[in-house]
DNA sequence: CTGTTAGCGCGTTCAT
DNA sequence: ATGAACGCGCTAACAG
């Protein structure tokens, strides 16, 4: 039962157990078995008549460390990112590192700033999702000595590790599926590859895979989300090279093509709709959208595991792998039965 | 261009500017004005090219304050915290102080625990969606003269504010719109109202509501988001006393339904469905489903005002409200127009 | 095993 | 207008 107003300190829980600080610090460290039985007694109950909790700051300030990851996300509103988020926070919480979440709203000016605000916050590490290219401030910060890991998106020029989905193999995947089912002609949608590594890495591995494989392979970049309906309306009709599908580069475009579908008219499953990132509502559609859902958990651990491994000087560097396979998850919107004369 | 591997301190700006400490951290607080010119771009230019930056923890020690808020969410994966996160991070960052959220997946345990580091970080203010009653620590907090506010649920025996939607409105606004389509009986669907004071006040209302209207009204609870297949079958058939429709309590809830008709077969619209709380999912599902959107952005500002106010001794504290109106966004799933006779 | 001492990086008197 | 000295709450040497 806490009385006092203020926050009590360590010097006050000392002085109640008529000790000295030291002892009571050893307690609350990770040397409390060097105390006697009687004084750790003595101790904790001071401390909890005070109610006396450890300041982490000053704790930080000594050279403890913060005890603090940073994260850097670019769009917090993405069901992808909080699922990320969510997976790194509790891998480092299950190592006793909290985590202080920073969203840019895809903003490079912000991401500055938070960058900043983050290292002026002595995080001990930093997980980055860019959503520009700041390179400069994170080659400092690598040279200060703090890890860093980028999630999900490259940045040029800097000498740093990628963690995220296997961009090459989803594309593999997703074009397998679709040739399977009888797709012929596929359009890649995706929103501006700039700036964005794994945009850029679907794209073009989806560029030259469906020429390897044969099928005829068109691509669509939006910008702002606004899709242009004619492109779409051709390419449904379908009719000069067979079935065709529509594959989205991530969970924004899907959500922007199933609109243009509904809007356009366009029936899902005879034209073929296929999404990288899984979304709660794919299966609500009818007759349900295919994705290709991302690992987040595995992908959120591995980061986290990547910083610890850095901080614990590698000593016993457990293994990570920096690329994730997708899970296929196949619905209606892929498998409709087209008439074999165009299969 | 920042050389120094491990981070610059204020005395080596100090130095390298020849000058003293107390200078340097003139400068980069609020009273830079009072430097004569030539010392400022001295210490500039010093600070520039080694790269400095205040360390925030220190300065948080000495009484200047963390100048960070906290926020404790149960469900972070929920749209709705995902929303009030956002909004509460901007308003935050527009007011100088920077986040650090902590998710409980609502567990009671977690949250006691996040709490603790919460406050060992020394957080300024904090913003509560509680998963349990953690009343005790939570009036330890406010004695200790952290301010704190409530989200969206209310803790018994905590004398706090709570800011949220104004959830007897919200029913009012629901049923007022159901009635007004034709509906004349409604299932009002909800998950465990046990330690969610959101919860209770909406389904509180609508019994009290819905007897007033004069409509059929029928609660049912969802234990683990299952709902009973025979009893919507039963009120899908909705041949007793008029076509009916479907409250969802919140979005767990229309999710959950949404599924269920689509599992029994049920028409949306014939039988109508509203849900509270906007997903992006809703107009897509084939008629689309209305919803009373949370003004979510109103919400996280009027928490992190609140907060602030409190900080500044509530000088010129802004007025602000708790109780926040919902939007209605009508679409085709209670727009059915039904048989006459009926009606 | 325990207490004493000295900083960590910074803000803040109080002199100059 | 500027600097010297002290202390914030804590951990880490170093004694005893």
């Known amino acids: 039962m806490p009385v006092t107003l203020s926050r009590a300190t360590l010097i006050e829980v000392a002085k109640l157990a008529g000790t000295s600080k030291t002892s009571v610090s050893r307690f609350f460290g990770p040397e409390r078995e060097r105390l006697t039985p009687k004084l750790q007694t003595r101790i904790a109950e001071a401390a909890d008549t005070l109610g ?9 300030l000594k050279g403890g460390g913060s005890r603090l990851l940073g994260m850097l996300v670019a769009d917090i509103r993405n069901p992808f990112s909080v699922a990320v988020v969510h997976g790194v926070e509790q891998a480092a919480r299950a190592h006793g590192y909290s985590l202080i979440v920073c969203n840019t709203d895809n903003d490079p000016e912000q991401e500055q700033q938070h960058l900043r605000l983050l290292t002026a916050y002595q995080v001990e590490g930093l997980i980055i999702n860019a959503a520009g290219q700041p390179e400069a401030q994170l080659q400092a910060i690598m040279r200060s000595g703090v890890p860093l890991v ?26 397998e599926h679709l ?28 560029t030259q895979q469906a020429a390897t494989l044969g099928v005829k392979g068109q691509t669509l970049i939006l910008s702002n989300l606004a899709a242009h309906a004619p492109t779409l309306k051709a390419f449904a009709k379908h009719s000069v090279s067979g079935p065709g599908a ?13 609109r243009r579908f509904q809007k356009l008219g366009i029936a899902i499953g005879p034209t073929g709709l296929m999404g990288i990132d899984e979304l709660e509502w ?31 000087g590698s ?24 008439d074999p004369k165009h299969v």
Request: with cysteine; hydrophobic share 40%.
């Open 52 to 60: 006396y909790q450890p300041n982490l700051m000053a704790r930080g």
């Open 150 to 175: 980028l999630l999900d998106r490259d940045i040029r020029q800097l000498d740093a590790n990628v963690i995220g989905l296997d961009n090459a193999l989803a594309i593999d995947m997703a074009l």
């Open 179 to 206: 040739v399977q089912q009888g797709y012929r002609s596929i359009l890649y949608v995706s929103e501006s590859p700039a700036y964005a590594s794994a945009r850029q890495e679907r794209l073009q591995r989806f």
């Open 246 to 258: 529509v594959l989205c580069a991530n969970g924004n475009v899907t959500l922007a093509m199933t």
């Open 282 to 312: 794919c299966e609500l559609i009818t007759p349900g959208i295919t994705t290709l859902a991302q690992p987040t958990d595995d992908i959120s651990h591995a980061a986290v595991s990547y910083l610890l491994n850095q901080l614990n």
């Open 315 to 338: 000593a016993q560097a457990s293994p990570l792998s920096y690329r994730h396979a997708p899970r296929l998850q196949v619905r209606g919107s892929t498998t409709f039965k087209h």
